[in-house]
Protein backbone atom coordinates (compact mmCIF):
# COMPACT_ATOMS: atom_id res chain seq x y z
CA UNK A 1 0.00 0.00 0.00
CA UNK A 2 1.54 3.36 -0.96
CA UNK A 3 2.27 6.29 2.33
CA UNK A 4 -0.27 8.70 3.17
CA UNK A 5 -0.21 11.60 5.02
CA UNK A 6 -2.10 11.11 8.28
CA UNK A 7 -2.42 14.83 8.57
CA UNK A 8 -5.50 13.99 6.63
CA UNK A 9 -6.83 12.20 9.37
CA UNK A 10 -8.32 13.26 12.12
CA UNK A 11 -8.62 10.68 15.19
CA UNK A 12 -10.57 11.11 18.55
CA UNK A 13 -13.08 9.95 20.56
CA UNK A 14 -16.63 11.19 21.07
CA UNK A 15 -16.31 13.68 24.35
CA UNK A 16 -13.39 13.21 26.75
CA UNK A 17 -14.91 14.44 29.65
CA UNK A 18 -16.02 10.73 31.45
CA UNK A 19 -15.45 10.45 35.34
CA UNK A 20 -14.38 6.96 34.83
CA UNK A 21 -11.28 7.88 32.62
CA UNK A 22 -9.27 9.11 35.79
CA UNK A 23 -8.09 5.90 36.87
CA UNK A 24 -7.48 4.63 33.17
CA UNK A 25 -6.68 7.62 30.92
CA UNK A 26 -6.26 10.78 33.15
CA UNK A 27 -4.54 9.17 36.12
CA UNK A 28 -2.71 11.57 37.96
CA UNK A 29 -4.64 14.24 35.77
CA UNK A 30 -6.53 17.46 37.28
CA UNK A 31 -9.61 17.66 35.64
CA UNK A 32 -9.87 20.98 34.17
CA UNK A 33 -6.27 19.71 32.24
CA UNK A 34 -8.06 16.66 30.52
CA UNK A 35 -8.74 18.57 27.78
CA UNK A 36 -5.25 19.81 27.29
CA UNK A 37 -4.04 16.58 28.28
CA UNK A 38 -6.35 14.97 25.49
CA UNK A 39 -5.25 17.28 22.72
CA UNK A 40 -1.67 16.25 23.25
CA UNK A 41 -2.31 12.34 22.17
CA UNK A 42 -5.21 13.49 19.48
CA UNK A 43 -6.00 15.66 16.67
CA UNK A 44 -9.31 16.23 17.11
CA UNK A 45 -12.57 15.59 19.30
CA UNK A 46 -15.84 15.10 18.90
CA UNK A 47 -17.84 17.55 21.02
CA UNK A 48 -20.91 14.84 22.24
CA UNK A 49 -22.25 17.22 25.16
CA UNK A 50 -23.57 19.50 22.69
CA UNK A 51 -26.02 17.22 21.36
CA UNK A 52 -27.83 17.45 25.06
CA UNK A 53 -27.62 21.16 25.79
CA UNK A 54 -26.28 23.99 24.04
CA UNK A 55 -22.90 25.05 25.30
CA UNK A 56 -22.14 29.08 25.91
CA UNK A 57 -19.92 30.86 23.61
CA UNK A 58 -17.10 31.41 26.65
CA UNK A 59 -17.41 27.31 27.13
CA UNK A 60 -16.01 27.03 23.60
CA UNK A 61 -13.71 29.59 23.94
CA UNK A 62 -12.20 28.04 26.84
CA UNK A 63 -12.08 25.11 24.44
CA UNK A 64 -10.26 27.14 21.39
CA UNK A 65 -7.69 28.42 24.22
CA UNK A 66 -6.92 24.93 25.83
CA UNK A 67 -6.09 23.17 22.54
CA UNK A 68 -3.27 23.76 19.64
CA UNK A 69 -3.85 25.53 16.58
CA UNK A 70 -3.83 21.90 14.62
CA UNK A 71 -6.56 20.62 16.67
CA UNK A 72 -9.95 20.51 15.48
CA UNK A 73 -13.32 20.01 16.54
CA UNK A 74 -16.49 17.67 15.28
CA UNK A 75 -19.42 19.39 17.04
CA UNK A 76 -22.87 17.47 17.41
CA UNK A 77 -25.56 19.35 17.01
CA UNK A 78 -27.93 19.72 19.23
CA UNK A 79 -31.07 16.99 19.11
CA UNK A 80 -33.77 19.78 19.43
CA UNK A 81 -33.84 20.18 15.70
CA UNK A 82 -32.90 16.38 15.16
CA UNK A 83 -35.38 14.85 17.79
CA UNK A 84 -37.85 17.24 18.56
CA UNK A 85 -39.02 18.89 15.41
CA UNK A 86 -37.51 16.01 13.30
CA UNK A 87 -35.98 18.61 10.92
CA UNK A 88 -38.83 20.68 10.38
CA UNK A 89 -38.16 24.96 10.15
CA UNK A 90 -34.68 23.98 9.98
CA UNK A 91 -33.37 27.17 9.28
CA UNK A 92 -33.69 29.31 12.94
CA UNK A 93 -32.18 26.13 14.51
CA UNK A 94 -28.92 25.98 12.22
CA UNK A 95 -28.31 29.67 12.19
CA UNK A 96 -28.36 29.21 16.42
CA UNK A 97 -25.87 26.28 16.25
CA UNK A 98 -23.49 28.65 14.22
CA UNK A 99 -24.36 31.95 16.32
CA UNK A 100 -23.19 29.65 19.24
CA UNK A 101 -20.14 27.72 18.10
CA UNK A 102 -18.71 30.56 16.02
CA UNK A 103 -16.13 31.32 18.55
CA UNK A 104 -14.53 28.06 17.07
CA UNK A 105 -13.13 29.70 13.98
CA UNK A 106 -11.44 27.11 12.22
CA UNK A 107 -10.98 24.85 14.75
CA UNK A 108 -14.63 23.61 14.27
CA UNK A 109 -14.38 21.24 11.31
CA UNK A 110 -17.15 19.60 11.14
CA UNK A 111 -20.93 19.41 12.23
CA UNK A 112 -22.88 16.11 12.77
CA UNK A 113 -26.63 16.06 12.74
CA UNK A 114 -28.04 12.42 14.25
CA UNK A 115 -31.04 11.77 13.21
CA UNK A 116 -33.55 9.25 15.52
CA UNK A 117 -33.73 6.08 14.46
CA UNK A 118 -37.40 6.44 14.24
CA UNK A 119 -37.15 8.68 11.29
CA UNK A 120 -37.94 7.56 7.99
CA UNK A 121 -36.87 8.62 4.74
CA UNK A 122 -38.51 11.52 3.78
CA UNK A 123 -37.07 13.39 0.95
CA UNK A 124 -38.75 16.33 0.56
CA UNK A 125 -37.74 16.92 4.34
CA UNK A 126 -34.00 16.65 3.88
CA UNK A 127 -33.70 18.95 1.12
CA UNK A 128 -34.98 21.65 3.34
CA UNK A 129 -32.48 20.42 5.89
CA UNK A 130 -29.53 20.54 3.51
CA UNK A 131 -30.83 23.98 2.14
CA UNK A 132 -30.64 25.20 5.87
CA UNK A 133 -27.35 24.52 5.94
CA UNK A 134 -26.06 26.16 3.32
CA UNK A 135 -26.53 29.40 6.14
CA UNK A 136 -23.51 27.70 7.49
CA UNK A 137 -20.95 27.25 4.50
CA UNK A 138 -17.40 27.64 6.84
CA UNK A 139 -17.72 24.14 8.34
CA UNK A 140 -18.90 20.45 6.66
CA UNK A 141 -21.59 18.62 7.57
CA UNK A 142 -22.39 15.01 7.93
CA UNK A 143 -25.71 13.45 8.27
CA UNK A 144 -25.91 9.76 10.77
CA UNK A 145 -29.21 8.11 9.73
CA UNK A 146 -30.05 5.20 11.94
CA UNK A 147 -33.39 3.83 9.40
CA UNK A 148 -32.80 1.80 6.72
CA UNK A 149 -35.33 3.59 3.90
CA UNK A 150 -32.48 6.61 3.71
CA UNK A 151 -29.96 3.81 2.73
CA UNK A 152 -30.95 4.61 -1.56
CA UNK A 153 -29.19 6.45 -4.05
CA UNK A 154 -31.34 9.10 -3.91
CA UNK A 155 -30.63 9.54 -0.77
CA UNK A 156 -27.20 9.52 -1.22
CA UNK A 157 -26.82 11.49 -4.58
CA UNK A 158 -28.61 14.56 -2.44
CA UNK A 159 -25.83 14.61 0.28
CA UNK A 160 -23.23 14.49 -2.77
CA UNK A 161 -24.21 17.59 -4.73
CA UNK A 162 -24.17 19.39 -1.53
CA UNK A 163 -20.84 17.76 -0.23
CA UNK A 164 -22.46 16.11 2.58
CA UNK A 165 -21.04 13.29 4.53
CA UNK A 166 -22.81 10.20 5.03
CA UNK A 167 -21.76 9.20 8.39
CA UNK A 168 -20.41 5.41 8.72
CA UNK A 169 -21.99 4.39 12.13
CA UNK A 170 -21.22 0.89 13.34
CA UNK A 171 -22.50 -0.12 16.20
CA UNK A 172 -24.79 -3.17 17.62
CA UNK A 173 -27.72 -1.81 17.72
CA UNK A 174 -28.79 0.10 14.17
CA UNK A 175 -27.14 -0.57 11.04
CA UNK A 176 -24.69 1.41 9.46
CA UNK A 177 -24.80 3.09 5.99
CA UNK A 178 -21.43 1.88 4.10
CA UNK A 179 -21.28 4.43 1.49
CA UNK A 180 -19.21 7.54 0.90
CA UNK A 181 -20.95 10.86 -0.82
CA UNK A 182 -18.55 13.15 -0.35
CA UNK A 183 -13.89 14.31 -0.13
CA UNK A 184 -15.08 13.97 3.54
CA UNK A 185 -15.51 10.18 5.39
CA UNK A 186 -16.94 10.59 8.79
CA UNK A 187 -16.71 7.35 11.42
CA UNK A 188 -18.78 6.99 14.51
CA UNK A 189 -17.22 3.69 15.80
CA UNK A 190 -19.31 2.84 18.85
CA UNK A 191 -18.92 -0.54 19.87
CA UNK A 192 -19.32 -3.07 17.58
CA UNK A 193 -20.50 -6.17 19.76
CA UNK A 194 -21.98 -3.77 22.56
CA UNK A 195 -23.08 -0.42 21.78
CA UNK A 196 -20.85 2.51 23.69
CA UNK A 197 -19.16 -0.47 25.51
CA UNK A 198 -17.33 -3.27 23.48
CA UNK A 199 -13.66 -2.66 22.82
CA UNK A 200 -12.60 -3.12 19.00
CA UNK A 201 -10.20 -5.90 18.38
CA UNK A 202 -6.71 -5.52 16.58
CA UNK A 203 -8.42 -7.04 13.65
CA UNK A 204 -10.97 -4.62 13.13
CA UNK A 205 -9.11 -1.69 14.38
CA UNK A 206 -6.45 -2.69 10.92
CA UNK A 207 -9.86 -3.26 8.75
CA UNK A 208 -10.81 0.94 9.37
CA UNK A 209 -7.15 1.74 8.99
CA UNK A 210 -6.62 -0.33 5.81
CA UNK A 211 -9.46 1.84 4.38
CA UNK A 212 -8.71 5.19 6.04
CA UNK A 213 -5.50 4.84 4.43
CA UNK A 214 -7.45 3.95 1.20
CA UNK A 215 -9.66 6.84 1.35
CA UNK A 216 -6.87 9.64 2.05
CA UNK A 217 -4.73 7.92 -1.05
CA UNK A 218 -8.13 9.53 -2.83
CA UNK A 219 -7.38 12.82 -2.05
CA UNK A 220 -10.75 12.37 1.33
CA UNK A 221 -9.90 13.58 4.61
CA UNK A 222 -11.73 11.12 7.10
CA UNK A 223 -12.43 12.16 10.73
CA UNK A 224 -13.07 8.68 13.12
CA UNK A 225 -14.77 9.05 16.56
CA UNK A 226 -14.89 5.80 19.18
CA UNK A 227 -18.04 6.28 21.12
CA UNK A 228 -17.14 3.16 22.68
CA UNK A 229 -16.98 5.55 25.56
CA UNK A 230 -18.18 4.16 28.76
CA UNK A 231 -15.74 1.20 30.05
CA UNK A 232 -12.73 3.75 28.84
CA UNK A 233 -12.39 1.74 25.54
CA UNK A 234 -12.20 4.49 23.19
CA UNK A 235 -9.28 6.22 24.07
CA UNK A 236 -7.08 3.28 23.53
CA UNK A 237 -8.93 2.09 21.03
CA UNK A 238 -8.03 5.73 19.24
CA UNK A 239 -4.33 5.26 20.50
CA UNK A 240 -4.25 1.56 18.66
CA UNK A 241 -5.53 3.11 15.78
CA UNK A 242 -3.02 5.88 14.88
CA UNK A 243 -0.34 3.36 15.62
CA UNK A 244 -1.70 1.25 13.08
CA UNK A 245 -1.87 4.23 10.70
CA UNK A 246 1.44 5.40 11.09
CA UNK A 247 2.72 2.01 10.16
CA UNK A 248 1.17 1.46 7.15
Keep these: MSSFDIGDVYIGTSGWSYPDWQQHFY ?11 YAEHFSAVEIN ?7 SPDTFKKWFD ?3 AAFRFALKANRYLTHNKKLLDPKP ?3 IEKNHAKVLGDKLAVVLWQLPGQLKKDPARLERFIDALQQWPEVRHSIEFRH ?8 ADCLAQAEIAVCLSDAKTWPM ?3 ISSNLVYIRLHGHTQTYVSSY ?3 ELSYWAERIARWTNQGKKVHIYF ?3 AECAAPFNALDLQAMLKNL
Design 27 to 37: TGIARKNWLKF
Design 66 to 68: ETP
Design 49 to 55: GTFYRLQ
Design 227 to 229: DNT
Design 201 to 203: SNS
Design 177 to 179: WDR
Design 148 to 155: LSWFDDQT
Design 93 to 95: SVL
